[in-house]
T-cell receptor, first 113, second 113 residues
Framework: NAGVTQTPKFQVLKTGQSMTLQCAQDMNHEYMSWYRQDPGMGLRLIHYSVGAGITDQGEVPNGYNVSRSTTEDFPLRLLSAAPSQTSVYFC????????????FGSGTQLSVL | EDQVTQSPEALRLQEGESSSLNCSYTVSGLRGLFWYRQDPGKGPEFLFTLYSAGEEKEKERLKATLTKKESFLHITAPKPEDSATYLCAVRLSPQGGSEKLVFGKGTKLTVNP
């Protein structure tokens, strides 16, 4: 099992550009989520999904979109990148009923210039 | 406001020198406290779940304990491979709100040989 796979590992964008961070899991987990990690702050939830076709906002959703067309994939879209979105982004998945045992990907380091 | 505070921010130990990391919380509706380990350039990896005061969990050189207001991660005779950032998270079920996971900022542990 590969677990949770995120691509790309690194990305540099200019302000105003859009892009999609990819996330895929092969554990057949119902739940998937996106977090950002900034220096001096804890992980913060951006968006999450409890199953295919169902998504909801987390703590810091502005400027991001998600969709969940399959159980395996949960892409995160930056609509118009801003310097404040410079961060490390982590995708996570977990089994329904086990919300504390998140399985994280290895992260995407994004810089917005 | 719900808060999770980890201390110290950073800790340097000599190999074999036991110590403890602290996670204190001021939250209402606590539904579990979790410890994760994060290595540089990687996503967090689940370690323990604690649900009630007095509960303890152990894994190799690590032991997690929980009181009503804080949790400790005790590291006994650490080795250099224990060097990592340790994250604490609490799951909340606030009145009138949806369940959420709140992460602390982490403690960066360095164990010197």
């Amino acid at each position: 099992n590969a677990g949770v796979t995120q691509t790309p590992k690194f990305q540099v964008l200019k302000t105003g550009q859009s892009m999609t961070l990819q996330c895929a899991q092969d554990m057949n987990h119902e739940y998937m989520s996106w977090y950002r990690q900034d220096p001096g702050m804890g992980l913060r939830l951006i968006h999450y999904s409890v199953g295919a076709g169902i998504t909801d906002q987390g703590e810091v959703p502005n400027g991001y979109n998600v969709s969940r067309s399959t159980t395996e994939d949960f892409p995160l879209r930056l609509l118009s990148a801003a310097p404040s979105q410079t961060s490390v982004y982590f995708c996570a998945s977990n089994r329904q009923g086990s919300s504390e045992k998140l399985f994280f990907g290895s992260g995407t380091q994004l810089s917005v210039l | 406001e719900d808060q999770v505070t980890q201390s110290p921010e950073a800790l340097r130990l000599q190999e074999g020198e036991s110590s403890s990391l602290n996670c204190s919380y001021t939250v209402s509706g606590l539904r579990g406290l979790f410890w994760y380990r994060q290595d540089p350039g990687k996503g967090p990896e689940f370690l323990f779940t604690l649900y009630s005061a007095g509960e303890e969990k152990e894994k190799e050189r690590l032991k997690a304990t929980l009181t009503k207001k804080e949790s400790f991660l005790h590291i006994t005779a650490p080795k250099p491979e224990d060097s990592a950032t340790y994250l604490c998270a609490v799951r909340l079920s606030p009145q009138g709100g949806s369940e959420k996971l709140v992460f602390g900022k982490g403690t960066k542990l360095t164990v010197n040989p």
